[in-house]
Each structure stands twice: as structure tokens, then as C-alpha cells.
């Protein structure tokens, strides 16, 4: 069975960074994207970045220039590199894997930015 599980979350004041961890375990094949999405309080879960067959990436335009998605194969991992946070950037972050048409998630981590 698959499980992520991330890490790295907390409270950062404003222009400050943050490195998000996203280990996966068990095994999964044919990966077709690695994503990351959020979720704040009273709003539906929206993508941050992702990464579509190791070569192509989507992410909000509010992350722009400052949100980084990578991935290490070797460590079955995914991470997310936030630099200049802003209060908006608050929320819930959660990993995303899709292999063989299936979603994986995990558990989120909390971000919190203040002003």
C-alpha cells in the first residue's frame, strides 16, 4: 500500500522559506505526475506546482519565481522549495502522485506565514 507523508511545515514570518518533504512508501509505477496543492480555511484545494512526466510544469501564477518543485527518485521523494512567503501563502499543503490513473495523497503539512 502507498502512503506520503509530508513534512517540513510551520510558521515562517513573511519573505522567510520553507523546504516541504513528501516521502512516498511502497511502491509505485508509471508515474505521470508529481504535484503539490493547498488548502486554506474556507476555500477549495487549488494546485501549487506540478510536474507532468518529469519535463513539464504547471503551477499558480501567484507562486511564480517563488515556489520550486523537485523530485529525487532515489529517495522516492518530492519537495517543495517556497522562498518570499506571503501571508496569503497560508494554508494546509498536500502532496499529490498520480500513477496508472490513480491518486495518491498525503496527509498535509501546515504552513503558516506571518506578517
Known amino acids: 500500500q502507498v502512503q506520503l507523508v509530508e513534512s517540513g511545515g510551520g510558521l515562517v514570518q513573511a519573505g522567510g522559506s520553507l523546504r516541504l518533504s513528501c516521502v512516498a512508501s511502497?511502491?509505485?509505477?508509471?508515474?505521470?505526475?508529481i504535484g503539490w496543492y493547498r488548502q486554506a480555511p474556507g476555500k477549495q484545494r487549488d494546485l501549487v506546482e506540478q510536474?507532468?512526466?518529469?519535463?513539464?510544469?504547471m503551477y499558480a501564477d501567484s507562486v511564480k519565481g517563488r515556489f520550486t518543485i523537485s523530485r529525487d527518485n532515489a529517495k522516492n521523494a518530492v519537495y517543495l522549495q517556497m522562498n518570499s512567503l506571503k501571508p496569503e501563502d497560508t494554508a494546509v499543503y498536500y502532496c499529490?502522485?498520480?500513477?496508472?490513473?490513480?491518486?495518491?495523497w498525503g496527509q498535509g503539512t501546515q504552513v503558516t506565514v506571518s506578517s
Open positions: 511502497g511502491s509505485i509505477f508509471n508515474i505521470n505526475r
Open positions: 510536474l507532468i512526466s518529469s519535463s513539464s510544469t
Open positions: 499529490m502522485i498520480q500513477a496508472n490513473y490513480v491518486y495518491y
